[in-house]
């Protein structure tokens, strides 16, 4: 009795279910308030209210830069674009791989793009400096953000090869390779730290917890660019996604070319998850999250989860980056913290819900 | 409106390095600075020249200040902050980092967090004419986003020497324009050190083959080579029983058998956080060591503060001289 009470009212909500152009307008303009609000946040005392003044006076260039000006345009600005690239990209990359293996517990590290990047810095930051002692290897340096790029791409193609069987590539195959090769680089991790120095070791520790700090112009245009692609790409996989959703057979015999859409998949996230990590270190959970939020509020349809989640990734990274440098200023916590701290306790809050059984 | 994209696109990339200093002033100070022990005193005066050619090319930056008040200074390391304070010019510290824990008043200035994980806008909005800092901490691009907001950025390196308590306090002398104080300051600890290293060197005993032990937290470290404590364990007249290996690694039973250090030193704060000598000599690894047998001797195991012992700053001298006493009775 009870049971069919709760089903009844189940499928009750389900059919009050906001729209999905709804839902996608309400991330929108949440993400819009969070990235005005964002700006106004900071170390050094510049609130919103001060922001027109600082916007015009760039617009009307006068002999002198105020030190707003500066802090504004070179240290904030950079930032909060960072934090919008890195948090639709991975917000998209999430639901692609859930997309891709059914299974919402994959996340864009499952195809070893991120421990790839570690393993490559960590590769970078205790045995580069034998090598080219000169060139400064920590979070932001140019050399590293290539390695770990790199490492990333090195990493996913392997895992790649591995899942090729005879009849394409095996979903299943390709997570448990995943799993295995992510344990590999968290050992040779493990061993590279062990032989690192003290200066080494926090460099590198740094950049295993995330931060966008090493947000400069040029880098945040770079990850911008390949965040802005690769949606424009993902988007047009969401009809597919939607069939593979069915099976692969299925999807096969409505016509989807589920070799090349799983091929794509990968290709997007360890692009996009790529650029991102090299630029910022490791930000957990956004990619987990984000596209598990979408999906409650509007349903497992691709044509909303994978722009939803982008927007929704972008308001997260922009929301915790901005608790980041503030919470303890003029000092600053690592992102990936918060992103944990914060992300984890709400997911489970969130599963425990009455909702979670739409899953 | 069509002002918009042309202002934008003149915001140079890197900061705003190139619409304001001249990068090659900038590059020559940077290196006078990094370098100061090949360079000598005439490095130091290019460096001198660098600094001023620097600080007169920047067109009233909005955050330097050409010497009408005090120089405000971020210090980033705690050999540095206490330089500073030895200068008796702490009233100019807007900032200091997590590491800055002597003396206690440095203690109550605001932390810009630890040196390799600084935050550019959190430095600025201090408001710093200079940031003293030693060479390792950043990220790098921070440095270079303070340089670009018309912030003095001067790094000291740490070669675990004497001159790297000259070069603390000369840097500490011109950041906060008390040169002469910090000649004075530097005759002083000279004669000590001169004094010091001449006891130590004409000590003609058996040199003491000593272990030095880091417990911050966590499993105990021992010292290997190219260390802080090393170094100050060789200055001290002593041996450092381990040559394996560089740097920090944990120790094992069998390796600390193997090394049969006679004595061991290790910092106070190691101490505080084991919980006090005797838990200290409680740790198995240490029970087959020639000092363990000597445990109730009481000159067996020496500490001494972490940033004066292996800050190699302005304190150098005096703990040398406490360190080589306690080994002398060992």
């Known amino acids: 009795m009870n049971t069919l009470a709760l089903k009844r009212s189940g499928a009750a909500w389900l059919s009050q279910r906001p729209s999905g152009p709804a839902v996608l307008g309400a991330l929108a303009l949440a993400m819009l308030l969070s990235l005005v609000w964002a700006s106004g946040q900071g170390a050094f005392g510049l609130p919103l209210r001060e922001l027109p003044a600082v916007l015009a006076s760039a617009l009307w260039p006068s002999a002198e830069r105020s030190a707003a000006e500066l802090v504004f345009f070179n240290i904030r600005l950079p930032r909060l674009v960072l934090a919008v690239a890195a948090g639709a990209g991975l917000g998209l990359a999430g639901a692609l791989m859930q997309g891709l293996f059914r299974n919402p517990l994959a996340d864009p590290g499952l195809i070893g793009v991120s421990s790839g990047a570690a393993l490559a810095a960590a590769f970078a930051i205790v045995l580069g400096s034998l090598w080219w002692p000169e060139v400064p290897l920590a979070l932001g340096t140019w050399p590293l953000m290539l390695m770990a790029f790199l490492g990333g791409a090195v990493v996913t193609a392997l895992i790649y090869a591995l899942a090729l069987g005879e009849g394409g590539t095996r979903v299943g195959i390709m997570l448990l390779a995943g799993i295995a090769i992510n344990a590999l680089a968290g050992a040779g991790i493990g061993l590279l730290s062990y032989l690192a120095t003290d200066e080494q070791l926090r460099n590198l520790q740094f950049w295993m917890l995330g931060s966008l700090g090493g947000a400069r112009w040029e880098a945040v245009w770079v990850v911008a660019l390949i965040a802005l692609l690769s949606a424009l790409l993902a988007l047009r996989l969401a009809r597919p996604l939607n069939a593979l959703a069915l099976g692969e057979a299925q999807a096969t015999m409505l016509g989807v070319p589920v070799e090349r859409l799983k091929l794509l998949c990968v290709l997007l996230t360890a692009l996009v998850v790529g650029a991102i990590t090299a630029t910022t270190g490791i930000i957990g959970f956004i990619g987990l999250v984000a596209p598990h939020i979408v999906r409650l509020l509007a349903g497992p349809d691709h044509r909303w989860v994978l722009p939803g989640s982008a927007l929704l990734g972008a308001t997260l990274v922009l929301l915790a980056d901005a608790w980041a440098r503030t919470v303890i200023a003029p000092a600053e916590l690592p992102l990936g913290i918060i992103t944990a701290l914060v992300g984890v306790p709400f997911f489970l809050l969130l599963l425990r819900s009455a909702h979670a059984r739409t899953l | ?330």
């Open chain 2, 1 to 330: 409106m069509k002002a918009a994209p042309r202002s934008l696109r003149s915001l140079p990339p890197e900061g705003c390095l190139s619409g304001f200093a001249r990068p090659g002033a900038a590059d020559m100070t940077a290196k006078a600075i990094a370098a100061p022990a090949h360079l000598g005193r005439r490095g130091w005066l290019a460096g001198g020249v660098g600094a001023a050619a620097l600080l007169a090319g920047w067109p009233r930056s909005a955050l330097a200040n050409p010497g009408t008040r005090p120089a405000r200074l971020i210090t980033v390391g705690g050999s540095l902050t206490e330089a500073v304070f030895a200068l008796g010019a702490e009233a100019q510290l807007v900032g200091t980092d997590t590491t800055s824990l002597y003396p206690a008043a440095a203690q109550q200035t605001p932390k810009v967090g630890y040196m390799r994980q600084l935050s550019a806008e959190g430095l600025l909005a201090l408001r710093p004419d200079v940031v003293l800092a030693l060479a390792g901490s950043g990220p790098p691009l921070v440095l270079t986003q303070m340089r670009s907001a018309g912030v003095r950025v001067e790094l000291i390196e740490r070669r675990h020497e004497w001159d790297d308590v000259r070069r603390t306090v000369q840097a500490a002398g011109r950041a906060t324009g008390r040169e002469a104080a910090a000649l004075e300051l530097q005759r002083q600890l000279e004669q000590r050190w001169v004094t010091v290293r001449a006891r130590i060197q004409a000590h003609t005993g058996a040199r003491p083959r000593v272990l030095f032990i880091m417990a911050h937290g966590g499993s105990p470290l021992v010292a290997g080579r190219q260390t802080a404590a090393h170094a100050m364990l060789t200055l001290a007249g002593a041996d450092n029983v381990i040559s394996g290996f560089n740097g920090f690694r944990p120790m094992t039973a069998e390796s600390m058998a193997a090394a049969a250090p006679d004595a061991i030193v290790t910092t106070t704060q190691s101490l505080q956080a084991v919980g006090g000598e005797s838990a200290f000599w409680r740790r198995p690894e240490l029970s087959l060591t020639p000092a363990w047998r000597r445990r109730h001797s009481g000159a067996v195991l020496l500490h001494q503060d972490a940033l004066a012992l292996l800050g190699f700053g302005p304190r150098l001298p005096q703990v040398l001289e406490q360190l080589h006493q306690g080994l002398l009775r060992v």
